[in-house]
């Protein structure tokens, strides 16, 4: 247990639905993070959220909606995916430490789009 | 942006033995972390290591900023060790590039 849960673990949904990923951290930090990470390829930032606020977004698709209400919950509202977007999204929360963020991730949420 | 090169990208070790994982950038860096990824595709934080070295029990890692490139020493290697490292970098804000990633196999 990193401090920082995700749920649900697993999700599988057709190309029509609309369905939501769910991050929470315990442990105080101030930015949360979605990645994505598909076969084969190294992780990608999708979005950054410091004090609710995003300050990231790195050319995601519109289809991909991401929410932040407080500095402790973060939302990935998912609708009309490609089964390209199967991917396990790793939520993850951060520190500074001398300026520098230190990531902590949760387990993931592992995604098939069929 | 930075490219992040990881080497080697798969080893195998018998239990035991020891190993030194590199990673090299292409850029400065001055957020420097190094991950391992478990079968089941947690991420645990083991070093934030802009430079020098540190050691966490069996784990150590070592940062050469001025040749842009960092090791992560596992000595002692054992089956939990298994999984994927990843080393990732970072010059300011929130991004960090991520390698591709050193997949380890211990074998018993």
């Known amino acids: 247990e990193t401090g920082v849960t995700q749920t649900p673990r697993h999700l599988v949904m057709g190309m029509t639905n609309k369905k939501s990923l769910k991050c929470e951290q315990h442990?105080?930090?101030?930015?949360m993070y979605w990645y994505k990470q598909s076969a084969k390829k190294p992780l990608e930032l999708m979005f950054v959220?410091?004090?609710?606020?995003?300050?990231e977004n790195n050319s995601v698709p519109s289809r991909f909606s991401p929410e932040c209400p407080n500095s402790s919950h973060l939302f990935l509202h998912l609708h009309t995916l490609q089964p390209e977007d199967s991917a396990l999204y790793l939520c993850?929360?951060?520190?500074?430490?001398?300026?520098?963020?230190?990531?902590?991730f949760g387990a993931g949420s592992r995604l098939t789009v069929l | 942006g930075i490219q992040v090169e990881q080497s080697p990208p798969d080893l195998i070790l018998q239990e035991g033995a020891n190993s030194t994982l590199r990673c090299n950038f292409s850029?400065?860096?001055?957020?420097l972390q190094w991950f391992h990824q478990n079968p089941w595709g947690q991420l645990i934080n083991l070093f934030y290591?802009?430079?020098g070295t540190k050691q966490n029990g069996r784990l150590s890692a070592t940062t050469v900023a001025t040749e842009r490139y960092s090791l992560l020493y596992i000595s002692s290697s054992q089956t939990t060790d298994s999984g994927v490292y990843f080393c990732?970098?970072?010059?300011?804000?929130?991004?960090?590039?991520f390698g591709k990633g050193t997949k380890l196999s211990v074998i018993p």
């Open positions: 993850a929360s951060s520190r500074p430490v001398s300026g520098a963020n230190v990531l902590t």
């Open positions: 442990l105080g930090h101030n930015a």
């Open positions: 959220y410091n004090f609710k606020e995003q300050t």
């Open positions: 850029d400065s860096v001055n957020n």
């Open positions: 290591i802009p430079s």
């Open positions: 990732a970098g970072g010059a300011g804000s929130y991004q960090l590039t």
